[in-house]
Structures are given as structure tokens and as C-alpha cells.
T-cell receptor, first 113, second 113 residues
Framework: GENVEQHPSTLSVQEGDSAVIKCTYS??????FPWYKQELGKGPQLIID?????GEKKDQRIAVTLNKTAKHFSLHITETQPEDSAVYFC????????????FGAGTQVVVTP | DVKVTQSSRYLVKRTGEKVFLECVQD?????MFWYRQDPGLGLRLIYF???????EKGDIPEGYSVSREKKERFSLILESASTNQTSMYLC????????????FGQGTRLTVV
């Protein structure tokens, strides 16, 4: 699979501020872009995903935007809370029945009260 | 509540030992995956399986093998453990079909001494 670049690697924000994580991909065949949250001592868990026919998707305080032309997608967390502290992974998928996902390196988000 | 269960949270093994990591899912998913998680490298795919007795290499299969004798169980085997295989290992499963959600186990922290 192709690489997925994720930035930043660490992100420290004040409670109530917004957090943005960006990912870029290189495979134009990619059509599925999920975001996973991994809390300490747990496995990653899906928090939101977007498909290539959609430019933006929102779920309460979380939103994801996709720019297929530029091959990048971003996670936006508004009104951050201490429980948002975790490692976040972006991923890209190819829509095949095997369901392979290529993951970014992860972003450690720390929300300080 | 859907579940992917990994048999051990922590393992310590000696160099040269044969190591088995077990994963069981209760969702009747066709696809199962083994990832390795290292700081700064994200999740890297070792092997995956799309059916009983079927397996495919991922991005970093060297030094590993897998077994899927039953649909619900996917085992990762380190034929001769080495110190560079010290890592967090994550199992995941997904239903067949396009862009289905991946569910992860809690991870196995393996230390090879």
C-alpha cells in the first residue's frame, strides 16, 4: 500500500480550543478514509469516517473534511475536553472486499484543563 | 457488544522461542488482520485473512506466519522470536464488503528478551 502521512505527531491544546490533524495520501484509488482513536491501554476505535463521494462529514464535536484533488483529509475536534486526550490515527482504504487499511503514524493529542 | 479478544495483554518471551498470539472475534466477520504498532510508525499490517485457511501477506510479514483454522480465530506465530519483534500487536476484524468498520482487540504487548 501507499504511505499515509499524518501531522502533527503531537498536539497540545487548551480545553475548549479546537484541534486539527491532517493526513495526506498518494493513491488516487483510495476511496475510504476512517479516523481511529486509541485511548491508553486500549485498541483503536473508529470515531468517524468519510467516503470519497463526500467532502465533509460531522458528528457532534468531530468533523472530517476530504480534498480528493489535493489528496488530503483532516480531522477537526471542536470544544476539546480532557477525555479527547488520546492517540488519533488516520487511515485510507481501497474499497476492496478484503478491507485492507493503510494507517498514518498517529497523533498524540493532549488536552490540558 | 461486539468483541475482538486477544488472549494475552502482556507477554515476555526469550529470543528463539516460538510464540503464539491468539485472537478471537464474535461478530462472524470474514476478514481478520494482524497489525504491529510501534511509536512513530503507526499500525503496520503483518498478515490478513479473508476466509478460513486463506491468508495474505501484509507490508511486514518477515519473521511471522498466521493460522486461521476457524472463522472466529486468527493466530499470529513468531517462528523464532527476536528482540526486534518486541512491540504492541493488534488484531482486528471487519465484515466483508466495501468500507466496513474495523474492530480492534485491546492489544498484546510482547517483549522479547
Amino acid at each position: 500500500g501507499e504511505n499515509v502521512e499524518q501531522h502533527p505527531s503531537t498536539l497540545s491544546v487548551q480545553e475548549g480550543d479546537s484541534a486539527v490533524i491532517k493526513c495526506t495520501y498518494s493513491d488516487s484509488a483510495s476511496n475510504y478514509f476512517p479516523w481511529y482513536k486509541q485511548e491508553l491501554g486500549k485498541g483503536p476505535q473508529l470515531i468517524i469516517d468519510i467516503r470519497s463521494n463526500v467532502g465533509e462529514k460531522k458528528d457532534q464535536r468531530i468533523a472530517v473534511t476530504l480534498n480528493k484533488t489535493a489528496k488530503h483529509f483532516s480531522l477537526h475536534i471542536t470544544e476539546t475536553q480532557p477525555e479527547d486526550s488520546a492517540v488519533y490515527f488516520c487511515a485510507e482504504g481501497y474499497g476492496d472486499s478484503w478491507g485492507k487499511l493503510q494507517f498514518g503514524a498517529g497523533t498524540q493529542v493532549v488536552v490540558t484543563p | 457488544d461486539v468483541k475482538v479478544t486477544q488472549s494475552s495483554r502482556y507477554l515476555v518471551k526469550r529470543t528463539g522461542e516460538k510464540v503464539f498470539l491468539e485472537c478471537v472475534q464474535d461478530m462472524d466477520h470474514e476478514n481478520m488482520f494482524w497489525y504491529r504498532q510501534d511509536p512513530g510508525l503507526g499500525l503496520r499490517l503483518i498478515y490478513f485473512s479473508y476466509d478460513v485457511k486463506m491468508k495474505e501477506k501484509g507490508d511486514i510479514p518477515e519473521g511471522y506466519s498466521v493460522s486461521r483454522e476457524k472463522k472466529e480465530r486468527f493466530s499470529l506465530i513468531l517462528e523464532s522470536a527476536s528482540t526486534n519483534q518486541t512491540s504492541m500487536y493488534l488484531c482486528a476484524s471487519r465484515a466483508a464488503g466495501v468500507n466496513t468498520e474495523a474492530f480492534f482487540g485491546q492489544g498484546t504487548r510482547l517483549t522479547v528478551v
